[in-house]
């Protein structure tokens, strides 16, 4: 579907992408997940849907979600990835509660490799679409050049996004 | 997929409006970013759009006028929308299979509107089948009514928005107003525009019209924010700060819909800024509006629209939210309105159905020099420039009847429609409608006589021709370039021959007839 037999370079494409879209990518380390937890220990609200990451409040403790608004980071992890637009694929079943992939400040999304899709094709035959509620792609942060073309971040959804590259374990 | 580069070496329609290769430190540079770097020097008043009155036809040549007589606003106005359409070809040329796509967006479509009774079932099955509440409107008074009951019967006070030009199309804000329920827009240039009590000028980017210093006053008005602060960062955090509050607790969300996916009873919605999302998943309720023509068949379908869309419409390969919602969240409530509003009959025009297959890209928008020079407003509807043309009259043939004479019939429009719709063609086919049920102003219609008089009469051309050009050669400047002559009042006219074709064949070939 427009796309050569087997490409080998997916993770490269998406890195493109993300970061022309304005995303950023977790700079590269031999623990990315200490970096994270040390992100978050530097914030005053933090949480944490996926299990390799603690964070300041469960996400099962907000009663509704405009209470999410007050968190600082939020970490989740994406179901998958497109390279042709550098786009990640959050579900309500990993949000938790959808308003987490917006309410929040800043975002940090991990992301395993193998999950990288070439394009948007390939992303429309995955199962989520049937088996969701909600789904959505998100390139980068939120944006806006409304007013004389000027873009600005942040216009109502998270000011940053950040993409960590980390296997998932598969469920047990 | 690179951009940068592209746009800095690109040249500017009007130079003095300072560096488009000059990028200030702290500018973003990516998709959006990548655009030229626009300032506006000055404050200047900004013009108004057409003057309605009742149901006389719309004078945009009026309106398009007074944008013109504008300089700051003309020239910002025509500088971003050309730099959208170059970054939307840059994009078509990161895509070899641009034209396929193109073709296929076409065909599902047409595929789609010729079966919408079908496909249009096939979503309610599916949708009632997850828990959506499904509703259907015949014109614009029914979906406001049936919202209106949706907001009551949860007795709420306040609905959050995100755009949707189908709720422009019913005047659904001024409704609910009348009522007593307070609407919220969350796309920060629909809020703008509500703030300033104004239509949207674009279906993308619905306060391209203004300067940053007419958002400035705006915001100083009705926010409270300083008046002399017009970077449009600081304005941008005003409305943030302001909206927050009040999309936290409103009771019902209401977004449109991009498209209605058949296969899986879902709505998808495209933005940049997440505010569809956030107005569907704070408030306990998601009402969506949507217009019958935007269902698809299957999510394969879908892929070929989501790659064309934002492409067409600003140049950047996706929206940065590309949202999917085909049931409630636990706990909460979804509607979807579904909305004829002469669609259907549309559907029945022989010459104008394909219009239907509009996915509201704004492509044509961007591209049309006329658009470009006289702003949305000028056309005096829910919908203008191109697209605009042939939806309006569908509406009423009578208050639009001048809109297909705002045209210089180039077909860019059609050339950069990703669902390929003939627009030139259809815009002609509106004059000819327009001539026949007598909707031709007076003016036109002697014109017209006299040049089709002229026009049949081969010699008396000829003779008319050879004198202009002679004119041309010969008189001085202020008897060329003046109040007679509107087609010279902002380009020059093209340098005469020195002698016609016919002159010329008659002489080197004319003895061998």
Redesign the interface.
Same mark, same amino acid.
């Given at each position: 579907m427009f796309e050569a037999e087997n490409p080998s370079d997916l993770t490269e494409r998406f890195t493109k992408a993300l970061l022309a879209m304005g995303g950023s990518l977790l700079p590269e380390t031999e623990d990315p997940l200490s970096e994270i937890q040390m992100r978050l220990g530097a914030v005053r609200e933090s949480c944490s849907t996926v299990p390799e990451i603690r964070g300041s409040r469960d996400v099962q403790s907000y009663a509704h979600p405009a209470a999410l608004a007050g968190i600082d980071i939020a970490v989740i992890r994406a179901a998958f990835a497109v390279a042709e637009t550098g786009s990640l694929c959050l579900t309500d079943r990993l949000l938790g509660i959808n308003g987490l992939g917006y309410l929040p400040q800043h975002l940090i999304v991990l992301l395993d490799p193998k999950d990288i899709l070439p394009n948007l094709h390939y992303a429309y035959r995955r199962p989520e679409w049937l088996a969701q509620n909600y789904a959505v792609l998100q390139t980068g942060p939120s944006a806006t050049a409304d007013i004389e073309g000027v873009l600005i971040h942040g216009a109502q959804g998270v000011r940053s996004l950040t993409v960590a590259m980390h296997e998932s374990k598969p469920l047990s | 997929?690179?951009?940068g580069n592209g746009a800095r070496d690109s040249k500017m329609l009007h130079p003095e409006l300072g560096d488009a290769n000059g990028q200030g430190g702290a500018?973003?540079q990516?998709?959006?970013?990548a /655009?030229?770097n626009?300032?506006?020097r000055r404050r200047e008043a900004q013009p108004s759009g057409a003057v309605i009155r009742g149901d006389r036809p719309v004078d945009q040549s009026e309106a398009a006028n007074r944008f013109m007589a504008a300089p700051e606003h003309a020239k910002?106005h025509d500088e &971003?929308l050309w %730099?959208l359409r170059e970054k939307r070809d840059r994009q078509m040329h990161g895509i070899p299979?641009w034209e396929e796509l193109r073709t296929l967006a076409s065909e599902i479509k047409e595929h789609a509107l010729t079966r919408l009774d079908h496909y249009l079932e096939l979503f309610e099955r599916n949708a009632l089948a997850?828990g959506i509440q499904l509703h259907w409107a015949k014109d614009a008074a029914e979906h406001n009514q049936i919202v209106l009951g949706i907001v009551r019967r949860h007795d709420a006070k306040r609905l959050i928005k995100s755009k949707s030009m189908l709720t422009e199309e019913c005047g659904f804000r001024e409704f609910m107003q009348t009522e007593g329920v307070e609407i919220i827009e #969350? %796309? =920060?240039?629909e809020r +703008?525009q509500q703030l300033d009590d104004e239509a949207p000028s674009h279906v993308v980017?619905?306060?391209?019209h203004?300067? *940053?210093g007419d958002?400035a006053q705006v915001f100083a008005k009705t926010l409270g924010s300083d008046e002399d602060n017009d970077d449009?960062?600081y304005?941008?955090e005003r409305q943030?700060e302001a #909206? &927050?509050p009040l999309?936290? /607790?409103a009771g019902i969300g209401m977004t449109g819909a991009n498209f209605l996916v058949a296969e /899986?009873g879902?709505v998808v919605v495209c933005t940049?800024?997440?505010?569809a %999302?956030?107005s569907?998943?704070?408030p306990p309720v998601h009402i969506v509006s949507a217009g019958i023509e935007k269902v698809i068949p299957r =999510? %394969?379908d =879908?892929?070929v629209f989501?790659?064309l869309l934002s492409r067409s419409a600003l140049g /950047?390969? +996706? #929206?940065?939210? #590309?949202?999917?919602? *085909?049931?409630?969240?636990l706990g909460g409530e979804m509607h979807v309105v579904l909305v004829d509003n002469g669609r259907s009959t549309r559907l029945g025009m022989e010459k104008f159905w394909t219009s239907l297959k509009c996915i509201r890209c704004g492509a044509c928008m961007n591209t049309c020099p006329v658009f470009r020079r006289s702003g949305g407003l000028s056309y005096g509807a829910t919908y203008a420039g191109p697209i605009g043309m042939i939806i309006n009259p569908t509406f009423d043939p009578h208050k639009y009847s001048r809109l297909p004479f705002s045209s210089t019939l180039n077909g860019s429009c059609t050339n950069v429609c990703p669902v390929k719709i003939n627009i030139h063609e259809q815009i002609a086919a509106w004059r000819q409608v327009m001539s026949e049920t007598h909707e031709m102003p007076m003016m036109k219609k002697a014109m017209m006589a006299a040049a089709g008089r002229l026009l049949a009469q081969p010699a008396l051309y000829r003779v008319a021709i050879a004198a202009a050009d002679s004119a041309l050669k010969h008189l001085p400047r202020f008897a060329v370039y003046n109040r007679l002559n509107s087609w010279g009042r902002q380009r020059e006219l093209p340098a005469p021959p020195a002698e016609t074709f016919h002159a010329w064949y008659k002489r080197n070939r004319g003895a061998r007839k």
């Open positions: - | 997929m690179s951009e500018k973003l990516h998709a959006e970013g /655009s030229k626009l300032q506006s910002i &971003r %730099d299979e997850n #969350t %796309d =920060l240039g +703008i980017v619905p306060a391209v203004k300067l *940053r958002v449009p960062a304005l941008a943030r #909206t &927050r999309i936290l /607790s /899986s879902g940049n800024e997440g505010n %999302d956030l569907a998943n704070i =999510l %394969d =879908l892929a989501i790659r /950047s390969p +996706i #929206t940065q939210y #590309t949202s999917h919602f *085909r049931g409630p969240r």
